[in-house]
């Protein structure tokens, strides 16, 4: 039904796609805001890391896409901590403003191929080989990142970053500004994610302005795949939990390009795995209750 | 040591009545000052200025001298001990005993080491403080705050607040959420720690018979002001009826909600 070779595909795509679940796992389950940065920073990843390829710089274009990322969720903190505008305004309005500067850095173009340049990915395909390279740039990537979350939510800043989510209050009672975990929290969630738009760019060999929309519901469409097949618990079962379900997201996507859904209707398929499986929660306990009821009227 | 200076305080949504009404306090150091008052009083607006949680509109408060009127609270934190009635307020629920107490362990940013793990010195030293208490909670370093009860939890936030000594502790009805036992316990190690460290404190409860017990200042609050102040010799002949009365006569007329809130132990 699904060969080896889209398997791999599917999990090569999935991998680099992690990083942006991995970055909503920061702002969506740590710091508890829907941050809608996230399609606006993807975008800029990819430009970025597509605009420094064609000048032969790839792994240069990789980490300023994370820099480029980190900026732009600083702006979004900012509009939160300092400009007191909600959360998802703040998104929008940092996403907006991007889409703007991300033409900008692409050069006024709507999108830069990147057909003869050299990229991370053509890099470790000339020394893995085509069948692998492209699996293990993407593997490594994700593992790395991946690594340094579990570490950095240990540290002392991580934990700042976990309070000022769940609890902020006792971030005061603690002396320290619930400001400094909401700002450190989105610049890494945001940096991560737009090193994901810029890896995607130099594996698909092209960038485009709207390479970005809907990548909230894609991200977390993963995530909570993830969480469903893995659980959730402490940060080390949910990154694998996200690793897992950016790959099965992936082959849910294969899948339904294969059956006649067609890709036009990715984004749908996308946004109603998202509504479904948030609503999971609701729908199962008004489940129980409809339950217990017929079984307390059976009994009475 | 604590000076405050006819704060004033009028919330927008009920302009006619002043949550705080030119009310003057001072404290000196090492003083356990127990303060009483029915509900609406103004007990908890009062702490919530003093912590910095919004900024009066008239007054000033003095710290050592320091007028701390306008100083953001998370910067008074690092002088200012708190522990809240509500047990969720005071730690993490999602992070570990462990994770809480790090955080809690240096005040502010500066003191922290901000790309280091917890240590296993760390730990020992947590499980330490934690058997102290004898609540059970040194085998619990790694499990999530959410899973403790509400007297674990009141305990923890009382050993964070005071981990480095405050120069000032408040304690607002922090005993009030806990079953009795577990109220008995958290106000013995209450007791001991402000005794062991000498802390200034402000302690509002319900209890007469607490406010006498602990402490050796007691306050009457009443709309936003207080109305009696009594310590020395002239408090160790108070006894709890004796303070009851004093109550009906100096906190008006409003008292009869107030009565079923006052439990004569
Ligand atoms: N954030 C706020 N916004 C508006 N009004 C407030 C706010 N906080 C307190 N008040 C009002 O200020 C008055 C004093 O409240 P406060 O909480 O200080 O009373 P209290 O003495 O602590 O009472 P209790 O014994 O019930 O805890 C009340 O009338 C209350 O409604
Ligand atoms: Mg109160």
Known sequence: MISIQSLLGAAEQGLIYSLVAMGLYISYRVLEVADLTTDGSFTLGAACSACLATTGNPLLGLLMAFVGGVLAGAVTAFLQTVCKIQPILAGIITMTGLYSINLIVMGNRQNLPLLKNSTLFTMVEEILGKQMGGLVAAGAAALLVAGFLVWFLSTQLGLMVRAAGNNPTMLVTCAVSPAIGVVTGLCLANGIIALSGGLLAQQQKFSDSNLGTGMVVVGLASLIIGETIVGKGKTFRSVVGILVGSVVYRIIIALALRSNLGASNLKLVSAVIVAIAISLPAIRSAWEVHKRKKEAAAGA | ?265
């Open chain 2, 1 to 265: 040591m604590l000076d405050i200076r006819s704060l004033t305080k009028i919330f927008a949504t009920q302009p006619q009545k002043a949550a705080l009404n030119g009310l003057n306090l001072q404290v000196q150091k090492g003083e356990f000052v127990t303060v009483l008052g029915s509900n609406g009083a103004g007990k908890s607006t009062l702490f919530h200025a003093i912590a910095g949680e919004f900024f009066p509109d008239e007054g000033q408060i003095l710290l050592e001298g320091k007028n701390i009127t306008f100083q953001a609270a998370h910067q008074r934190s690092r002088f200012i001990g708190r522990v809240m009635q509500d047990p969720m307020k005071g730690t993490v629920p999602a992070m570990t005993v462990a994770e809480n107490l790090a955080l809690a362990e240096h005040k502010g940013i500066k003191g922290k080491k901000l790309f280091s793990s917890i240590t296993k010195s760390q730990k020992e030293q947590f499980q330490e403080k934690l058997a102290l208490l004898g609540l059970g909670m040194e085998d619990k370093l790694e499990q999530p705050v959410g899973l403790l009860s509400g007297g674990q939890r009141q305990a923890l936030t009382l050993l964070m607040a005071t981990f480095q000594q405050p120069k000032l502790l408040l304690l607002d009805e922090h005993t009030a959420a806990l079953d009795p036992a577990t109220a008995e316990k958290v106000m013995q190690l209450t007791q001991a720690v402000i005794e062991q460290h000498n802390i200034t404190t402000l302690m509002i409860t319900h209890n007469l018979a607490h406010s006498l017990a602990f402490g050796n200042r007691t306050i009457l609050m009443d709309k936003g002001k207080i109305v009696m102040d009594v310590q020395g010799d002239q408090r160790k002949a108070y006894t709890p009826q004796l303070l009851m009365e004093q109550f009906h006569q100096l906190a008006g007329e409003e008292t009869t909600t107030s009565q079923q809130s006052f439990a004569l132990l």
